[in-house]
């Protein structure tokens, strides 16, 4: 009988792109991937653990779970993968004694080993190169773990050190990815530009790996995430400047806006460097569009810094930003060594200003795009109206005639902090005659 797998995924687009090689793995055994754990045979969560939120919500999931296996469905297994599984378990098994098997993350083999599947030709790309892409767009991890050890952040703990996986092997998954329709690949890792840096001599490097699978045919565009900013060096700008198949957005984390605060988050770099940084970009790429990662309330934050960050941004005007209230993560140097001393209504003040601005800031932003032609990439239809993005990442919604996995251009009618509207203009110009 078929064997039928639910997957339930929680956080960054790595376990995004893990959760699709598992899948590719799974189905190449002839499994069937559902939709609802209640008919499976094999039941994964693929967790995240960066906030207390996004564990809390693997621990409920769990917690339905052990009611089915409660409520008479004892046949399916339970597999637990992702952040959540640090180098020991024990304490885990101990709490969640009804799952069968904990892996940590790209702990591939381990898991088709416990469910009795075997491996049979080794690495990483296995998976993938039977997967059907699932679009035209894909995530491609090519550095697992993280060195940097920010004190706030549980990453490194869970995910391991930086290892960065080889050129050939890479080039080889995207070009398997490109035959099955994929246009456009994100080169993933948590710090991309420390790509290669654990390579004799440092390379290649991620300017060197962009090249290698630039002229793959039928492959349109490449972009990466995400960057650190120290790590961010000239050669690599350089590279999106010179390599027209690597889209000019930057996805750079500030975190934060005071150097006092970053010093207490051990960053590594300062406001002037992150400017600096800023600075070179657009100086080489006017266009190019900058989005960031902003944390608000961390350990002693005052009023006076977190002013700081709202001046960073109204300086920077970032397209967009991911803000997310401090959340102690246990085990941390944040969690062992600082106080967690922002009220949570302070917090959540502090993370309703920089939603506010941003609102403000990405509205005048993208309102300088209306009236402009885009090349947007078709991911889809909804509601009648296809979606796609520009090369600068941001999302449009348009009228036209097209077909997923195409480029096409389309004139921005209307834009919203959000979203940007518009008619292909092979469509649109009728109507001007
Ligand atoms: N490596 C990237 C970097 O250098 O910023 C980000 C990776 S981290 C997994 C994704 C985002 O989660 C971070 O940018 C940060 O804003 C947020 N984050 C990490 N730890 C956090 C914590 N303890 N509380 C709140 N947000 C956190
Ligand atoms: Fe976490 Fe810092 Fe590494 Fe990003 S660079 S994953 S925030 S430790």
């Known amino acids: 009988m078929t064997q039928r797998y639910h997957i339930w995924t929680e956080g960054c687009q790595m376990n995004v792109a893990d959760s699709l090689k598992l899948a590719a793995g799974l189905d190449r055994f002839g499994w069937q991937a559902v939709d609802a754990p209640e008919t499976a045979d094999l039941v994964v969560l693929n967790t995240c653990v960066v906030r207390d939120r996004s564990e809390q919500r693997a621990v409920s999931h769990l917690g339905r779970l052990a009611a089915m296996k409660r409520k008479g469905r004892a046949d399916f ?4 993968m992702g952040c959540m599984v640090g180098p020991k378990d024990d304490e885990l098994r101990r709490r969640f004694p009804y799952v069968d098997h904990f892996a940590r993350p790209q702990a591939f083999e381990g898991i088709f080993e ?3 599947l075997s491996d049979d030709t080794g690495g990483e790309f296995w998976p993938t190169a039977f997967a059907k892409p699932t679009g035209p767009t894909a995530y491609v991890p090519i550095i697992h773990g993280c060195d940097k050890f920010c004190t706030y952040c549980i990453v490194p703990y869970r995910r391991g050190r930086e290892q960065s996986r080889p050129l050939d092997e890479i080039v080889q998954e995207v070009a398997h990815l490109v035959h099955g329709g994929v246009r456009e690949v994100t080169l993933l890792g948590q710090t991309v530009e420390a790509y290669g840096l654990d390579f004799p001599d440092k390379r290649p490097d991620l300017g060197d790996l962009m090249e290698a699978m630039h002229d793959l045919p039928n492959l349109e565009r490449i972009r990466f995430l995400t960057s650190y900013p ?3 060096t000239p050669k690599i700008v350089e590279a999106v400047r010179d390599l027209p198949k690597v889209t000019e957005f930057f996805n750079i984390p500030v975190q934060h806006g ?3 605060v970053l010093g207490r988050m051990r960053r590594g770099y300062d406001i002037a460097l992150f400017h600096d940084r800023v600075d070179l970009i657009r100086s080489l790429m006017p266009e190019a569009s900058i989005t ?3 944390i608000v309330g961390f350990c002693g934050e005052t009023e006076a810094e977190f002013n700081e960050t709202l001046r960073l941004m109204e300086e920077v005007r970032f397209d967009k930003v991911h803000v997310a209230a401090y ?5 941390t140097i944040a969690a062992r060594k600082l106080e967690d001393d922002v009220p949570p209504e ?3 003040a502090r ?6 601005l941003e609102e403000r800031i990405s509205t005048q932003l993208n309102a300088r795009l209306a009236g402009t032609d885009q090349d947007v990439l078709v991911e889809g239809k909804r509601d009648g109206r296809w979606f796609g993005r520009t090369r600068s990442n941001k999302l449009v919604h348009f009228a036209g005639e097209t077909q997923v996995g195409e480029v096409v251009t389309v004139r921005i009618e209307k834009a919203t902090a959000w979203s940007l509207q518009g008619t292909t203009v092979a469509d649109a110009l009728p109507l001007l005659l």
Request: no cysteine.
């Open 77 to 80: 297994q339970i597999v637990v």
């Open 114 to 116: 416990a469910l009795g």
């Open 351 to 356: 993370l309703h200003a920089v939603e506010e």
């Open 230 to 232: 120290k790590d961010m």
């Open 292 to 294: 960031t990662d902003i």
């Open 327 to 331: 959340s102690p993560r246990p085990g």
């Open 258 to 260: 005071s150097d006092a």
């Open 346 to 348: 302070v917090k959540k």
